[in-house]
């Protein structure tokens, strides 16, 4: 049996096909292929603006700017997220506290959050939810707490291209389509629904907060006339604000569309893959994946009695599952800038003791999956 990662990506021909086409035209980068990306995406995610950027980091740090986050500014976050959930924040000086997650689900708790906000002397101003592994966050929960305390939100949707929740309404709202936020980020790394090497995705339905972040991406520069203080001829531009180069490449974007086109049925494959799981181990396991209707299944996520053992016996078998995550508050850098301990999030602590994210793409093969199920029923029995 050949290796079997936890995640990996898909590149067919045709998306191969598409590269070259940008590799033999005009434009490597600054082209038409990222509009029409942006134009593709947003339509699939159901909001109305989309920006393409270098990748989901860059995309947390443009949207935590375009939230104006100041210097010493208090934002609430998970702590079992990847870093940059949190580290965007740190990027724009303000600090960043933790609230534990809902043990059922493993994204942030809505009670934790509630007797944060309450007891805090100090006021926030925002909160980053995760769509854990893609399960949904209840955004308009979010969006009511963040109604009663005055705060801004950022959906972290890396995790979650395709994902839903249902609202109270009765409606299906797409994970990132900022109907109960401001902002939302995707990634495109190789092992997320999307794969475009590095690449990321802002996404928001503000007008005035997408134009800021056009010009974040692009160093703060504008060409536009109508913004422009002078005008000194044709050449003439801007820099009106302190930015970045965060540009996405029309190589990744062309790659993007491709991939993006194939979005829907790798996405049935990914919960037929989990339906499987949940068939398989859940009288097996410590407690299988929570389940949700629209659970984008970036990773499938068990709890393990013996996590670490039963880790080893995967890899000595040739299958390379994963932890996700070492909670961001016991990172060194936390505990030594901000005061983080162990002890403080016990459900987060409880969550890393167990969980183990096992192989979830969609081309695994039945008979892969089978040896997977195989190898972690001999483990347990
Ligand atoms: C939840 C979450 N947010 C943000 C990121 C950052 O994305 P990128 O790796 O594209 O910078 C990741 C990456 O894995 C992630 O898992």
Known sequence: MNPIPYGKQFISQQDIDEVVKVLKSEYLTQGPKIAEFEKIFANYIGVKYAVAVANGTAALHLAAMSMNVK???KVLTTPITF???ANCVLYCGGNVEFADIDKENYN????KIESKLQHSAEKFVGIIPVDLAGFPVNMEKIKQIAEKYGLWVIEDACHAAGGYFVDSKGVKQNCGNCAYSDVAVFSFHPVKHIATGEGGMITTNNEKIYKKLLLLRTHGITKDETLLTENHGGWY???QELGYNYRLTDIQAALGICQLSRADENLAKRRKIAAK????????????SPFNEGHAYHLYIIQAKDRKNLYNHLRKNNIFAQVHY??????????ANLQTRLGMFPESENYYQHC?????YPTLTDSEQDFVIETIKNFEK
């Open 71 to 73: 210097k010493g500014e």
């Open 83 to 85: 870093a940059a959930s």
């Open 108 to 111: 942030i708790s809505f009670e």
């Open 237 to 239: 531009y801007e820099m």
């Open 277 to 288: 799981y949940d068939k398989e181990l859940k009288n097996v396991v410590l407690r299988i």
């Open 326 to 335: 070492i909670p961001v508050h016991l990172m060194p850098y936390y505990q």
């Open 356 to 360: 183990l994210s096992l192989p979830m």
